[in-house]
């Protein structure tokens, strides 16, 4: 097979991979053979004596085509329409790209070609343009945290750390998912479920039967907060199921906290190893917050006003709690039943109501497409090309009457796709070799039946304008090189574009385009709209409160502090919450440390705190649109111009700086949320 074709390598404007001339080991095959091309490019780069100049970052931005590109279609298309095979490839992959990525990053020969370049530049011998400096620079920064300057004692033991972290972590998510199935709360009594609606119950019982239990089994989600908590009305069920949630995680065969305490150790030896002072310094230098220092200096801005503003809400919902449980005292297992009974009173729509208002293809191309339309002059064309599963459909982008990418959107769920929604890259924008970017856009809607569209929720919409800010972030690079370009951006930046576009879902003259009843065509009810709109701050401070505490947990574990023994964590929690000033019994951090899956089992250790910096940039660039008109194509152009174009071409924050001539003030996060 000739995969540089199949894949679409060398070919300049745009270019499809060949989904449907693709077999599921193709993927393999190709992903091997884009190895072996890289390996052999970098050899024999490595192996060059002449002085280097600038062309080596071509040389090394070409090397990894064919593999990034194979890479990116596998990962995408496994995400979205998975089967057995797939599985396996990717198991069987994991390993070996492990393996060659060390291989590329250890190798002193090659670093050394670029630290021989970065010695010219200084010299002066060799001139960059500013963007060839940027790429040198991140470059050499990758080989260092890979550890390439140390020495072979030193290389030994990363090695050993790495093996070890990746195995404890894989280790804490199993037994993180297997503990919470065994915290199921056991139901015997069907009065004990008063409240909840038949649906509800007849899941409960359900959960039971799997379990082979008698009666009702109430099952956890991930987070501390339990939905069930919403509706069920007798005290004694929710103080069982809120107690089963916060104390997950230290039985038997689940008990995480051996495998969270080592992970802690390793993690803390390993920045060392590397030069930083702790893991939290690590992951810092990695961002574009860049040190611990700042992080928990934006922290210690918001955390104090998000318990303020729960209190506030503590206070209201006290009152209410009184009138409905009188003489009891309000606890944390009460907060969400009495905010749900509060909400019964307040004339939000439910999703039952909206859905009719909010078929997919309307939204998309009266809301989504018409908000880049008047932002940035984009226009979409239904173009027919074969996708990475049957339901894609695919739009070409124009601006100015010129294709600037393409768009891939699969809108509905399948048994074989991943829950939630994301966006990938499948061709990164570039100037190297002229590519067009191809982005896609994964939602999980319900297919509709013959006849009917899709309908949306509320918050699928806002998910689907929070994803196409993805999108619009790889459509709209204009940058040189592939490795710099769209969204390959730090991971405390990379929600930031997104976030932004969702500000166009409430913006009213989008919504009176794309909410319309889809068979009368009649508009959102007005009072619908200011009720929504008014929603947006209720509960404000629970969920601040819940979400920065936890932030502060993270970092408190990976600030290299004397790690407790397995019957001090709750102290340790307890300890750091307090010098946080975030310890509220009436909110528990949104993860208590023994089910903390995002860092202890996923990419967000020390990084939890990602989501908070992209919302300050966010929340600030909302108030920049805001002050200078709102939706219309000057805007955009700045915004394009300034942010979306330049990817990680610069220092992220120089295009945030460049678009408000300071850094992001955190303010506008506080006013947004109502925290102040
Ligand atoms: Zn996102």
């Not at 916060?246 to 920045?271: S, Y």
């Not at 709750?570 to 919450?577: G, H, N, S, V, Y």
């Amino acid at each position: 097979m000739n995969y540089r074709e199949l894949f679409a390598i060398d070919a300049p404007g745009l270019a499809v991979p060949a989904f449907g001339s693709l077999k599921d080991d193709d993927y393999l095959a190709a992903i091997r053979q884009g190895m072996e091309e890289k390996k052999t490019a970098l050899d024999a780069l490595a192996a060059e004596t002449a002085a280097p100049t600038a062309e080596i970052l071509e040389v090394w931005e070409r090397s990894g085509r064919l593999l990034e590109r194979a890479e990116m279609c596998f990962y995408t298309l496994k995400d979205s329409d998975s089967n057995e095979r797939l599985d396996e490839i990717d198991a069987i992959l994991a390993p070996e790209l492990s393996r060659f990525s060390d291989s590329i990053w250890l190798d002193a020969k090659l670093y050394s070609r670029f630290t021989a370049l970065d010695s010219a530049v200084k010299n002066g011998e060799v001139q960059l343009s500013a963007e060839q400096a940027w790429l040198l620079s991140e470059i050499l920064r990758g080989f260092r945290r890979a550890g390439v300057e140390l020495d072979a004692e030193g290389r030994e033991r990363l090695g050993e750390l790495n093996a070890r972290i990746a195995s404890l972590e894989s280790e804490f998510s199993n037994k993180v998912v297997a503990g919470r199935v065994a915290a199921a709360v056991h139901i015997e009594n069907e009065s004990e479920l008063a409240g909840l609606n038949e649906e509800q119950i007849a899941q409960a019982r359900e959960a039971a039967d799997r379990r082979g239990w008698d009666g009702w089994a109430l099952e956890l989600v991930n987070t501390t907060g339990q939905p069930l908590l919403d509706s069920l009305d007798v005290r004694a069920t929710r103080k069982r199921l809120f107690e089963a949630s916060v104390m997950r995680g230290r039985e038997g065969e689940n008990d995480t906290r051996p495998v969270l305490l080592e992970l802690a150790k390793l993690r803390d030896e390993k920045a060392k190893l590397l030069g930083f002072e702790h893991y939290a310094a690590y992951v810092a230098s990695d961002g574009c917050v860049k040190t611990t220092e700042k992080v928990m200096e934006l922290l210690g801005q918001v955390a104090e006003p998000s318990i303020r503003a729960a209190e506030r809400e503590a206070s209201e919902l006290r009152e209410l709690f009184a009138e409905l449980e009188p003489g009891e005292e309000f606890q944390a297992w009460d907060w969400q039943w009495t905010a749900a009974k509060a909400r019964e009173a307040s004339p939000v729509p439910t999703d039952e109501q909206l859905a009719p208002y909010l078929p997919f293809e309307q939204v998309l191309e009266q809301g989504v497409f018409a908000a880049a339309g008047a932002l940035y002059g984009l226009e979409f064309v239904r173009r027919e090309v074969e996708g990475y599963t049957e339901d894609c459909r695919a739009y070409e982008v124009a601006r100015d009457g010129q294709v600037i990418g393409l768009v891939f959107f699969d809108p509905y769920a399948r048994p074989t796709k991943g829950g939630g929604a994301w966006m990938t890259q499948l061709v990164m924008q570039d100037e190297l070799d002229s590519e067009l970017p191809i982005v896609t856009n994964n939602c999980n809607l319900t297919k509709p039946t013959a006849g009917k569209p899709a309908l949306m929720t509320w918050d699928q919409v806002q998910t689907l304008f929070h994803e196409f800010g993805h999108d619009l972030h790889g459509l709209l690079s204009r940058v040189r090189y592939p490795s710099l370009s769209g969204t390959n951006t730090p991971t405390d930046f990379v929600e930031y574009p997104s976030q932004v576009n969702e500000i166009w879902a409430w913006e009213p003259t989008l919504i009176a385009r794309y909410a319309r009843h889809w068979e009368s065509g009649e508009p959102l009810p007005d009072e619908w709209i200011s009720a929504l709109a008014a929603s947006k701050q209720v509960g404000a401070g629970y969920a601040a409160a819940e979400t920065y505490s936890a932030m502060l947990l993270d970092q408190a574990w990976h600030q290299g502090a004397e790690l407790p023994d397995i019957d001090g964590i709750d102290a340790f929690e307890k300890a750091a919450l307090q010098r946080f000033k975030v310890d509220y019994p009436l909110v528990p951090p949104r993860y208590r440390t023994c089910y903390f899956t995002h860092i202890w089992g996923h990419g967000y250790a020390a990084g939890y705190y990602s989501y908070l910096f992209s919302e300050v940039l966010d929340a600030d660039t909302a108030a920049w649109f805001g002050e200078n008109g709102g939706l219309k194509r000057e805007n955009g152009q700045v915004f394009r111009e300034k942010v979306l174009s330049r990817g990680n071409s610069r220092d992220v924050l120089e295009s945030f700086g460049d678009l408000r001539g300071r850094e992001a003030d955190a303010k506008y996060l506080l006013e947004r949320r109502a925290l102040v």
